[in-house]
């Protein structure tokens, strides 16, 4: 049974109702303009005068002005709170990629949930925020980042890998949580890096989004 509430041949932008950087949320529209917002997403959508194509989540934060100018059908309640507002709106998505604005910075154990279910999340997600990108590591992604840019990584569970194009290469390591972790490598040519299995996050300087998205194929 397909229980996508949104579908799009073309990659999505996912607003949240975190740290707010209109910024960060334009570089999203312009690859992505179709806007679904996560609950109070909605709220921060309306004011940058963006109306959602649709808004997913349980309501308990979204605003009645927002739910007086969306129209009804539009809004989509999910009310079963086993999972955040995120997870909802990513399950109920089907696109080549959803590109996520107002989700990082604030509250850190927002965050922290967020990171958890983008780890998990088998699509391709970019978490777009004032000053980093963050995204699920695939078993094996290309990157042709300028040198010296900072390059980490973060482990959500037991995972390892291979590398070039990092000062200090992963190979042989085993990253964990509680373990070792990857953060604040530097590039020093085009990046190769593969991974044994699902968890680990990347996280680059918002400067590198482009590049992503070329790696995705989702831009030429």
């Not at 007086?68 to 997870?87: C, K, M, Y």
């Not at 590109?99 to 949930?113: M, P, Y």
């Not at 953060?183 to 890096?193: A, H, K, M």
């Not at 299995?197 to 998205?213: D, K, N, Y």
Request: glycine fraction near 10%; include cysteine; hydrophobic fraction near 45%.
């Amino acid at each position: 049974m397909n229980n996508k509430i949104l579908h799009s041949a073309e990659p999505v932008t996912l607003v949240g109702g975190g740290d707010h950087d209109e910024i960060a949320l334009r570089e999203c529209l312009r690859y992505a303009p179709k806007v679904v917002a996560a609950d109070s997403g909605a709220d921060v959508a309306l004011s940058c005068d963006i109306l959602p194509h649709a808004v997913i989540g349980d309501f308990d934060s979204l605003s009645d002005a927002a739910k007086a100018t969306i129209p009804p059908e539009r809004l989509h309640h999910v009310g079963e709170q086993n999972s955040t507002d995120f997870e909802k709106c990513l399950r109920s998505i089907e696109a080549p990629a959803v590109l996520c604005a107002g989700f990082l910075g604030a509250r850190l154990d927002h965050q922290v949930a967020v990171l958890s279910v983008l780890a998990r999340y088998e699509g391709r997600c970019l978490l777009v925020g004032a000053v980093d990108i963050v995204f699920a590591a695939p078993r094996h992604i290309a990157l042709d980042l300028p040198l010296g840019s900072r390059f980490s990584l973060f482990p959500m569970g037991a995972v390892t890998g291979r590398s070039s194009g990092l000062r200090w290469p992963i190979d042989g390591l085993d990253f964990a949580p509680d373990g070792r972790i990857g953060t604040s490598n530097e590039v020093t040519g085009p990046v190769d890096l593969e991974t044994d299995g699902a968890g680990m996050l990347v996280i680059l300087p918002r400067s590198g989004f482009a590049q992503v998205l070329e790696a995705w194929g989702v831009i030429g």
